[in-house]
T-cell receptor, first 115, second 115 residues
């Protein structure tokens, strides 16, 4: 059974710092990995999706990397801003077989960016 | 701006009462997912529909939960009878179906409190 772990559970940084959020998964047979952002009381917003054949994806100040063989992904946020404060979740989709549509989520990292 | 909508946004009910949550997927999406989010378990998949047919509801307690798609624009999740342990945020997500790049788009959630 796939397990997704995100460390740390919470992170507080001063504004302007670059930071890295970590995600690890136990089964490397994945189709893709997705990073989401969740604001309090809101749903999830997809930030980046990395296909299993890709090494990284970039969107603005965000860069996500994937090392499938070691079961790890990182989300790099450059020049953090208070508006980046949210919970960040990663989710993996299995490569094939029963349940290949199913995303398995980590429990998230709650990020606070202090002005 | 296409988005997934969910109603109600908040629901407080007493134990034993029936609860119905509704979801309108993004027009044209043929896959619909129901998730439950709690502090302890994180996000868990309850049910998955493709082209309105239920493909997997193994995540749902069968004795009290039911999920349906009466038509392509409406998905429902019903709990009868509700219990305090059902208190959680229930998310609906929709997607454009299988493909090279697959993403799920989440609604804002229904926060359920069972007293």
């Amino acid at each position: 059974k796939q397990e997704v772990t995100q460390i740390p559970a919470a992170l507080s940084v001063p504004e302007g710092e670059n930071l890295v959020l970590n995600c690890s998964f136990t089964d490397s047979a994945i189709y893709n990995l997705q990073w989401f952002r969740q604001d309090p009381g809101k749903g999830l917003t997809s930030l980046l999706l990395i296909q299993s054949s890709q090494r990284e994806q970039t969107s603005g100040r965000l860069n996500a990397s994937l090392d499938k063989s070691s079961g790890r992904s990182t989300l790099y946020i450059a020049a953090s801003q208070p508006g980046d404060s949210a919970t960040y979740l990663c989710a993996v989709r299995p490569h094939s077989g029963a349940g290949s549509y199913q995303l398995t989520f980590g429990k998230g990292t709650k990020l606070s960016v202090i002005p | 701006d296409a988005r997934v909508t969910q109603t109600p946004r908040h629901k407080v009910t007493e134990m034993g009462q029936e609860v119905t949550m509704r979801c309108q997927p993004i027009l044209g999406h043929n896959t619909v997912f129901w998730y439950r989010q709690t502090m302890m378990q994180g996000l868990e998949l309850l049910a998955y529909f493709r082209n309105r047919a239920p493909l997997d509801d193994s995540g749902m307690p069968k004795d009290r939960f039911s999920a349906e798609m009466p038509d392509a624009t409406l998905a429902t999740l019903k709990i009868q009878p509700s219990e305090p342990r059902d208190s959680a945020v229930y998310f609906c997500a929709s997607g454009p179906g299988e493909g090279a790049v697959y993403e799920q788009y989440f609604g804002p959630g229904t926060r359920l409190t069972v007293t």
